[in-house]
């Protein structure tokens, strides 16, 4: 197919126009990376996300960090229902999923956008994970999250569900939606944490399988993974907005216009 | 049986611009279909989901139309569980006001795919029956609004200056437009002058 019919078929498919998606290709050598860490509680990988994060400063690269739940618009939300124990699986999701993409549009595009590299601590897949084990349909959750904005790197700390107990429980017990409790009707917590975790793993697998993380042995000492992780960072190649993410970003384009604006000679 | 007969325990959902509106048409349609089945209203932002945005509100930090949508998704799933499904399992009527097509044609209006809304609210059973109530393009414009009328007041207000989505009376016309042509395809009717006399049994 000839480029011009291609880029055509490309922009219909998507419902992206073909200057929409012209802006995007532009924008590619510009844009900055988005990175994300993945894995059970306990794995290290906030750690390894700290390390990474200084040592890129270090190297002059622009960093924005964004965790899990941090939306300032939504997180007081979740928590004040969390507090209530009134959360049931679909609406937890909904609220993440309303926290993610507020934090998509708010902090990670405009970041990315501007040549930022982004470092999350959790991305999607922990929804598809956490919600995947509370019952809700992956296909479902796939809509729910749509347009996804596909990072250029998922590091996934793979790491026993027996580790991820012990490192998080040595000194306290799990809350009540850590542990699950909300569906397994278990009243000891970390019993319960016990048999939710390997749902989660289990899905966290799959994930890994179908998506092809870039997996972290978690069981490695602190430097080994740091090292790792630098090797693999370096080794990482772009994924495409204009083949992955035109419909993640052209939504966000269009309801954030200003972003292309020229701005106004003085 | 006549379609105008609805056996009890079921769904009926009210959709519409105006949140005012809603509120009373929810009331009269309550009066009259829960007075012997028993039964209540399931209204937006049951949860305070909204009314808990709206305190903390940074205009800056609008949520987008996706956003919006995702949390009336979730205030939907609060009033499924606490209030809808607890109803009619008691074989009591519901009155839900607004339900999904309300949802879906602020969706629409704002720009956002009908696939991907249909997809969101797949969770939510269908409603037994879905009325619209009677509101024009005209009149529609006229009506001075709050902010915590109801949904489609509180996101046009949200996104109302996003040039994309329209400003706040744009996104109402298309409210109301979409409402209008499920009418015409038969998916929803006006609420009638006089609703049917005889309850089902």
Same mark, same amino acid.
């Given at each position: 197919m000839k480029g011009k019919e291609k880029k055509k078929k490309k922009a219909r498919s998507t419902g992206c126009s073909e200057a929409m998606l012209e802006v995007i290709r532009r924008q590619e050598a510009r844009r900055g990376l988005l990175i994300t860490f993945e894995g059970l509680d306990g794995s290290g990988k906030s750690t390894q996300r700290k390390l990474f994060r200084e040592w890129l400063k270090a190297a002059g690269y622009p960093v924005v960090s964004t965790k899990w739940n941090s939306s300032p618009l939504i997180k007081p939300l979740i928590k004040a229902r969390k507090a209530a124990h009134s959360l049931r699986p679909e609406e937890f999701s909904l609220l993440h999923a309303a926290d993610l993409r507020h934090r998509m549009e708010t902090v990670v595009l405009p970041a990315l956008w501007a040549g930022k590299t982004v470092i999350a601590d959790r991305w999607f897949f922990t929804a598809l994970a956490r919600d995947g084990a509370r019952g809700m349909p992956l296909n479902w959750l796939l809509n729910t999250y749509s347009p996804i904005l596909w990072p250029d790197l998922v590091f996934y700390f793979s790491v026993s569900a027996e580790t991820s107990t012990k490192r998080m429980f040595a000194t306290r017990s799990p809350k009540f939606y850590e542990a699950g409790q909300d569906i397994t &009707?278990? %009243?000891?917590p970390i019993t319960s944490y016990t048999h939710f975790i390997q749902r989660v793993l289990r899905e966290y697998e799959a994930l890994n399988t179908i998506f092809q993380f870039v997996s972290? &042995?978690? %069981?490695?000492?602190i430097y080994e993974q740091h090292q790792s992780i630098r090797l693999l960072f370096r080794q990482c190649q772009r994924r495409p907005w204009a083949e992955w993410n035109e419909e993640a970003v052209s939504d966000w384009l269009r309801n954030n216009p200003h972003v292309l604006e020229k701005p106004r000679a003085r | 049986m006549p379609a105008d007969l609805l056996p009890a325990g079921q769904l009926i959902a009210v959709e519409g611009c105006s949140g005012r509106a809603l509120q009373e048409s929810a009331e009269r349609l309550k009066n009259h279909f829960c007075r012997k089945a028993g039964g209540g209203i399931s209204a937006w932002d049951a949860s305070s989901l909204f009314y808990e945005l709206s305190l903390g509100a940074d205009p800056l930090q609008a949520p987008s139309p996706r956003t919006l949508l995702l949390l009336y998704a979730a205030d939907l799933s609060f009033r499924l569980q606490w209030q809808i499904r607890p109803a009619l399992s008691e074989g009591q009527f519901v009155i839900a006001a607004p339900y999904i097509e309300t949802a879906m044609a602020f969706g629409q209006a704002a720009g956002l795919p009908a696939p991907w809304l249909k997809s969101l609210f797949r969770f939510a059973p269908a409603a037994a029956r879905t009325y619209r109530i009677r509101e024009s393009r005209d009149t529609a414009a006229k009506i001075k609004i709050k902010v915590m009328d109801g949904f489609v007041e509180f996101g046009g207000l949200m996104v109302g200056k996003n040039s994309c989505s329209g400003t706040r009376k744009d996104l109402q016309q298309k409210v109301i437009s979409y409402l209008v042509e499920k009418e015409a395809q038969g998916v929803c009717r006006k609420i009638p002058?006089?609703?049917?006399a005889r309850l089902p049994a």
């Open positions: &009707n278990l %009243e000891d972290v &042995n978690a %069981e490695k000492t | 002058s006089r609703l049917p």
